[in-house]
């Protein structure tokens, strides 16, 4: 490291020129602190080790001087008038160490060695944060495949709207994320997000929570109590996992988003609100409508906007970019260094289908980070079991080939899908789920 070392007593500086040149370090000495800023001003330097007690301007007078021109330097006092009182203002004022005198090489040698540390684990930083900053992403989701900048795009366009929103994907793909943001970047922004998790209301309750009761209303409801739609007004409500639901509370359900207004149990009183409803599924709401268990008139109101959520498997060239976010996120938490991933690990992460999705991939990077051992992410580290099975393989190729299959036909039929159809041998009902299982859109 490039050392610039003060003191008056000209004995001491050739003394502690003598110890931090034999460690390998670039030493320039000055005698007073007007001569150590002179040589600061014309030079780079790492470190300043200075002492306290000077004539005319002191140790803690040059470390304003020298944290004021460039903040980044670190500073290590040195005093025979050592203090706790001294030390702690030193601390306060940007000293990185405080060294105390009579010297004791071995001590000084020790601070030096921490501010390697130091800038080593800064770089180790700045470097996972420059590489998390080339990806591309939309407050905390994280993306650069096609169908993640198209529901970046789309979040941006629909947030300001007041239109009721579907996010479906499967779980652990971000749905929550996606609400957040569609909140964060509304004319709501400032008012509350309520989030309800529906499966967890007991079909008893749910009706409560979601409207609010009057006291007296059941047993055991000693006092009124707003629901989660009057804690909302003004703001957003995400309904999460909405699809289990009961089709009673379904259709109060409606009601609300209809009309904006809705009773608390026990009272004839209308509440009016206003409330963007956010709705999330796992499940296929679609699929739900033609069996039964989902009301037809919810759905389409609920599907005003739909965001469809890949599954982590669908955008696999996602997943470095992920692995990188994750580690840079856990490796600050855990004030650890890392360089990366091994090219092993990133192979296997690749490679591995990912169910739990975004948020299984999360949880393995954190586990890495706890358990690994050295400044490399090995697959040994990672809580993951190899590729996928010869069956899974052969049947996500087999997929691979099909979505190719119908991709090519409709651009040969221009997306006339009927011929599409009849060429492929199906049904139109067939080529349409085909078409929204793989994603497949019209190219302009």
């Known amino acids: 490291m490039r050392l610039l070392v003060v003191d008056d007593e000209k004995d001491m500086l050739e003394v502690l020129r003598d110890i931090l040149t034999q460690e390998s370090h670039e030493v320039t000495t000055a005698v007073s602190g007007a001569q150590a800023l002179e040589s600061f001003t014309k030079g780079r330097y790492d470190v300043v080790v200075t002492d306290l007690k000077m004539p005319r301007m002191g140790g803690i007078e040059l470390l304003e001087e020298i944290k004021r021109l460039d903040p980044e330097v670190m500073v290590i006092l040195l005093s025979a008038y050592g203090t706790v009182e001294t030390a702690v203002e030193a601390v306060k004022k940007g000293a990185f160490d405080f060294v105390t005198k009579p010297l004791i090489p071995k001590i000084l040698l020790a601070a030096l060695d921490r501010v390697r540390k130091f800038r080593d684990l800064e770089k180790s930083k700045a470097y996972l944060e420059r590489k998390v900053g080339e990806r591309f992403e939309f407050d905390q989701i994280v993306g650069r495949s096609k169908a993640m900048l198209g529901i970046f795009a789309l979040v941006k366009q629909v947030a300001p709207a007041n239109s009721t929103v579907l996010i479906e994907g499967e779980s652990g793909t971000g749905k929550e994320l996606v609400a957040n943001s569609l909140h964060h970047h509304s004319l709501r922004r400032d008012k509350p997000m309520i989030k309800v998790n529906c499966a967890a209301l007991p079909e008893a309750l749910a009706e409560s929570e979601l409207f609010g009761h009057e006291k007296g209303a059941y047993t055991g409801a000693a006092n009124e109590k707003p629901g989660y739609f009057e804690e909302a007004d003004g703001g957003s ?30 009272s004839a009183k209308v509440r009016k609100v206003d409330v963007r409803v956010l709705a999330a599924t796992n499940q296929n709401l679609k ?69 739990g999705n975004v948020r299984e991939l999360k949880n393995a990077v954190e586990r890495a980070v706890v358990l690994c051992k050295g400044q490399t992410v090995e697959a040994d580290d990672l809580p993951v079991y190899g590729a996928p099975s010869e069956e899974a393989q052969a049947e996500r190729s087999l997929e691979g080939q099909e979505k190719e299959q119908v991709a090519r036909v409709l651009r040969e039929t221009h997306w006339n899908l009927s011929k599409a159809a009849e060429v492929l041998g199906i049904s139109r009902g067939t080529l349409y789920a085909k078409i929204s299982r793989y994603g497949l859109k019209r190219e302009e």
Do not use: C
């Open 287 to 355: 699929e739900r409508v033609k069996t039964g268990r989902f009301r037809e008139d919810l759905f389409y109101r609920l599907n005003v906007i739909r965001i469809a959520l890949p599954p982590l498997r669908e955008r696999a060239e996602d997943i470095p970019l992920l692995a990188e976010h994750f580690l840079a996120r856990y490796a600050q938490e855990t004030n650890k260094k890392f360089k990366g991933f091994s090219r092993e690990a990133l192979e296997l992460l690749r490679e591995y289908p990912w169910p």
């Open 237 to 266: 409500i995400l309904l999460d996992e909405i699809s289990d639901l009961s089709p009673t509370i379904q259709a109060k359900l409606l009601r609300v988003i209809d009309i904006q207004e809705f009773n608390r149990v026990g």
